[in-house]
């Protein structure tokens, strides 16, 4: 299995901005599909963003207009840029990285197979 590791969580103000930094192990080109994810508490796990093969792009509606996902394969690195912060964004945030199995983004966890340990954002209103 592949290894990921998240780093850039934080705690801010509403309205501030964070950028997500997960590190993939190996040849970040070896997992087309590559999402972020977030748990808050009492809630289940949703997909938030995903990019697919370096360059198709989705978002959860929630955030589409605010967050932005790009992925560097000479650092072999994907990012979650996160503008105009919401309380309501507060969660852990976990990277994920798939085969490929729908040649699209996807937003479903059935497509990821390797999971990093997540990275904490907290934001405060």
């Known amino acids: 299995q592949g290894f990921l590791m998240e780093s850039g969580g934080g705690s801010v103000q509403a309205g501030e901005s964070l950028r997500l930094s997960c590190q993939v192990a190996?040849?970040?080109?070896?997992?087309?599909?590559l999402g972020w994810f977030r748990k808050a508490p009492g809630k289940g796990r949703e997909g938030v963003a995903s990019?697919?093969?370096?360059?198709?792009?989705y978002y959860h509606d929630s955030v589409r207009d605010r967050f932005s996902i790009a992925q560097d394969n000479a650092l072999n690195t994907v990012y979650l840029q996160m503008n105009s912060l919401k309380p309501e964004d507060t969660a852990m945030y976990y990277c994920?990285?798939?085969?490929?199995?729908?040649?699209?983004?996807?937003?479903?966890?059935?497509?990821?197979?390797?999971w990093g340990q997540g990275t904490q954002v907290t934001v405060s209103s």
């Open positions: 994920a990285a798939g085969p490929g199995v729908v040649a699209i983004p996807s937003l479903n966890e059935r497509d990821y197979r390797d």
């Open positions: 190996g040849d970040i080109r070896n997992y087309p599909t």
């Open positions: 990019i697919f093969r370096g360059r198709s792009t």
